[in-house]
Structure formats: C-alpha cells, structure tokens
C-alpha cells in the first residue's frame, strides 16, 4: 500500500509537468468557498473568522494520505550487524572446539558445521536482506535491538568459551 502511494505521489507531479491534463484536488470542494488571495503574513486570525472552512478542512484530515518517513539504517548500523553475526559464527566455532559446549539454537544440531552455521546465517538474514528490501525498510532503531541481542550472544559465547578451556577438553 505504501509503494502505491508514493507512486501515486510521484506520478501526478510528473504528469503535471508533462502537460497532461489530469489534475486531482482533494480540497475541491471547498474551493468555492476559499478565499485564494490568501496571505498568511497578513491574515493570522483566518480561522478565527472562517471557522466553518477551517472546521471542515480539519474535520476531513482523513481523507488526506499520511505518510510515514522512515529514515534507513545507517551503514555503520548495517555494518555493525554483520560484524557481530560474523562473531557469533566464528565464536560459537570455537566453542563447539570443547566437549562439553553444544549448539543451543534449537533450529541447529548440537554440533553444527562451520557451512551449516553459515547456511543458517545465510537463511535467515541474508535472504531478507537482499529479498525483502531489508536494507531500505529497516530503522536504526530496529538494527540496534538486533545488534543489542546478538552482541549478549557473542558476549554468552565468549564467557562460555573462557569456562569450557578451564574445565574441558578440546576435541581437535
């Protein structure tokens, strides 16, 4: 629904441009009673003296598409996302390098491979990414939960890691 809208808000003015004939105005039928003339600078009290007209415009706000500005995430939010999902692949393989550490993702096994851990990544963010417009759809407010959770990830891997080499043996 939004990229129609914002096709439409793009088309009209290019039509307008191109010498069409078509044109649409949403305060069309208040445009009897509007006073064109109308200068702000002098005119600061309008709709204190035509509050019938400025009544009804705010009354039919909701005829007026509103539009939502998302500003994308940075590259650095972006670049930080991929750098801790890097860490946590390369930090849970060396973990699984001890006995006693397994894979608690329930959607791996318990001792996945270095190209099953990629395959996973792979799947589950990187065919959005490219797939779903994740770049230009996504907030930095949404990248920074994201990184928040798996940066505890890397965080949990890293102090599993430090336990495993005191108390464990490594298998290779």
């Given at each position: 629904m939004?990229?129609i809208l914002?096709?439409?808000s793009v088309?009209?003015?290019l039509?307008a ?8 105005d949403?305060?069309?039928?208040f445009a ?7 200068n702000?600078?002098f ?10 007209i ?8 909701n005829?007026?598409p509103k539009?939502d ?5 940075s590259d650095?939010s972006w670049?930080?996302?991929?750098t801790l ?20 993702n ?5 001792r ?25 759809n996504?907030?930095d ?7 928040l ?6 965080i949990?891997?890293?102090?599993v ?8 043996s490594k298998?290779?």
């Amino acid at each position: 629904m939004r990229k129609i809208l914002l096709l439409i808000s793009v088309m009209i003015p290019l039509s307008a441009m191109a010498g069409e004939s078509f044109y649409y105005d949403p305060l069309q039928e208040f445009a009897t009673d509007l006073n064109l003339k109308y200068n702000p600078e002098f005119d600061f009290d309008y709709c204190s003296k035509n509050t019938e007209i400025c009544n009804n415009i705010i009354k039919d706000q909701n005829r007026f598409p509103k539009f939502d500005i998302q500003n994308r995430a940075s590259d650095f939010s972006w670049g930080m996302f991929w750098t801790l999902q890097a860490l946590d692949i390369l930090s849970t393989k060396e973990g699984l390098e001890y006995d006693c550490v397994k894979e608690m993702n329930p959607l791996l096994p318990k001792r996945p491979s270095t190209s099953r851990l990629l395959l996973h990544k792979g799947m589950v963010f990187g065919v959005p990414y490219f797939g779903k417009n994740w770049r230009t759809n996504t907030t930095d407010e949404e990248l920074l939960a994201a990184n928040l959770i798996t940066a505890i990830v890397v965080i949990n891997n890293i102090d599993v890691i430090n336990g495993a080499s005191r108390n464990c043996s490594k298998l290779r």
